[in-house]
């Protein structure tokens, strides 16, 4: 049985950093990438950033680049998002995201809340 968990999250304040991971198990034939979206209040969800399991290659969505790293364990489906610099603007529920192949399927975590408030 396919499983994500998510941990990380809380409630910091502007200029802080958090450190956001995500285990996932019952994978029969593998990742091809884990990835972090968020979804703030009233707005669409978005990816964040993306890693993949053979050759570590990353990407990051505009708005966190330079402030947030992600990477994972070599061997284990566990991927991390580190954030710094936080800003209000990164409030949201931050969800894995795990896809077997290019095309899918798609496992999703249940999501943790981030706030970053004064």
């Known amino acids: 049985q396919v499983q994500v968990v998510e941990s990380g999250g809380g409630l910091v304040q502007p200029g802080g950093s958090l450190r956001l991971s995500c285990a996932a198990s019952?994978?029969?034939?593998?990742?091809?990438?884990m990835t972090w979206y968020r979804r703030a209040p009233g707005k669409e969800r978005e990816l964040v950033a993306s890693?993949?399991?053979?050759?570590?290659?990353?990407r990051y969505a505009d708005s966190v680049k330079g402030r947030f790293t992600i990477s994972r364990d070599n061997g284990k489906y566990t991927v991390y998002l580190q954030m710094d610099s936080l800003k209000p603007e990164d409030t949201a529920v931050y969800y894995c995201?795990?896809?077997?192949?290019?095309?899918?399927?798609?496992?999703w975590g249940q999501g943790t809340q981030v706030t970053v408030s004064s």
């Open positions: 995201n795990i896809r077997t192949t290019v095309l899918g399927p798609n496992y």
């Open positions: 019952g994978f029969t034939f593998g990742v091809y990438d």
């Open positions: 890693i993949t399991t053979v050759g570590s290659s990353t």
